[in-house]
């Protein structure tokens, strides 16, 4: 779980669009970020065994 500050911060629009940081809306996190789903990959996988995400097939019985 990422700090409130960073989150706020990354909220904010940067001074160079270079610095812009990506962060998961569920988590915060800022690394394994997929801009498709605008989750990190832990909480895709999570969303996924839920089965809150179509087209995901668990890959073991």
């Known amino acids: 779980m990422a700090r409130k500050a ?3 911060k990354a909220l904010k629009k940067p001074k160079y669009s270079t610095r812009l940081v990506r ?10 970020y997929l801009r498709y789903f605008d989750l990190c990959r832990v909480c895709v996988r999570e969303a996924a065994n839920d089965g809150l995400l179509n087209g995901f097939f668990k890959s073991s019985k």
């Open 6 to 8: 960073l989150i706020a």
């Open 23 to 32: 962060r998961c809306k569920l988590c915060g996190r800022k690394q394994g």
